[in-house]
């Protein structure tokens, strides 16, 4: 592909932003990428692995001048980032961001971002339970998908840029309203964390199981529920706190079919929980046949270990 912004900025450095970087190089999408990390420690870890070509001490420097910048902090500090680097954006760039919560986002960054510069929200559909500058990895985005969340009234060629560039790092693009977005992802990927999260900690108490059973056994299914809560704790601390609604609705809905299913076990209706298995079956089905996993057990552990 050919370039499409002469200058890209990264906020956060972590797998997201390395693995944007890669893939960016890869395909030559930008002229220059340059980075901004908070920890001076992430920002030395980037200089010696080469990544981004230019490593700044402050967000505004690396900002300025820059035609895309791509927000990937977590969405809890997002709208201080927008704040901090507003006075120093270049007029006709755009401002996307790669969180997993987007009506937040759009609430929380908007209204720092000057007229004569475009708000573009996005989120990659991709990731791996590792963070840090040296997890990212230029494979993580192909056949992805990127979801993108124009506010109303947003400029259209900017969008299309934007799509341009998720596309040559390898992902398929759809475009989404925020609330819906924020439905869709409490459902496959916002409740789901929960959840293992909480599979997580109940092995953690319960004493009749020591750590070693958990561990040497876990090949049983709880493995695939550590790989999950494994991810960075800070990031899924503002998942929930700034998509309560939709994951409250989500685990209020998951709560009903743990009783049906409680129930269906309790009084011994085998063809309740046959038939719910194999419509669950179909959905597994589904996502392959789509591309979205295979079938090999390896959950996802294929592309980077």
């Not at 693995?19 to 920002?43: D, H, N, P, Q, Y």
């Not at 009506?103 to 840090?132: C, D, K, M």
């Not at 990895?137 to 947003?154: H, K, M, Q, T, Y």
């Not at 040559?168 to 869709?184: C, I, P, T």
């Amino acid at each position: 592909m050919s370039q499409i912004y002469d200058r890209v900025a990264l906020i956060g450095l972590g797998l997201i932003a390395s693995s944007m970087f890669w893939a960016i190089k890869r395909a030559g999408l930008a002229g220059e990428v340059t980075g901004f990390a908070r920890s001076s420690e992430t920002r030395d870890t980037a200089r010696r692995i080469g990544l981004c070509d230019r490593v700044c001490d402050t967000a505004q420097d690396a900002v300025e001048g820059a035609d895309l910048v791509v927000l990937c902090v977590p969405v809890g500090a997002m709208g201080s980032v927008a704040q901090d680097i507003a006075s120093v954006l270049k007029p006709g760039a755009t401002v996307t961001d790669v969180g997993s919560v987007k009506r937040h986002v759009i609430q929380a960054v908007g209204p720092h971002i000057p007229e004569s510069v475009h708000f573009v929200p996005a989120h990659p559909l991709a990731g791996t339970e590792h963070s840090g500058p040296e997890s990212g990895f230029a494979e993580l985005f192909d056949n992805r998908w990127c979801l993108i969340v124009p506010p109303e009234g947003s400029d259209q060629e900017a969008v299309a840029r934007l799509r341009s560039l998720w596309e040559g790092l390898g992902s398929f693009v759809d475009e989404m309203d925020a609330d819906h977005h924020d439905l869709v992802l409490a459902v496959t990927s916002h409740a789901p964390h929960l959840i293992a999260y909480t599979m997580v900690g109940v092995a953690d108490d319960l004493r009749r199981v020591t750590d070693s059973e958990v561990i040497k056994y876990s090949a049983a299914g709880f493995r695939d529920f550590t790989r999950i809560a494994a991810s960075d704790p800070t990031m899924w601390r503002d998942v929930f706190l700034t998509n309560k609604d939709a994951t409250l609705e989500i685990l209020g809905r998951f709560t009903e079919e743990l009783f049906a299913l409680q129930r269906a076990i309790r009084t011994g209706d085998g063809e309740q929980l046959f038939d719910y298995f194999t419509r669950t079956r179909e959905i597994r089905r589904g996502i392959i046949d789509a591309g979205q996993d295979t079938d090999a057990p390896d959950f996802g552990r294929g592309t980077k270990v």
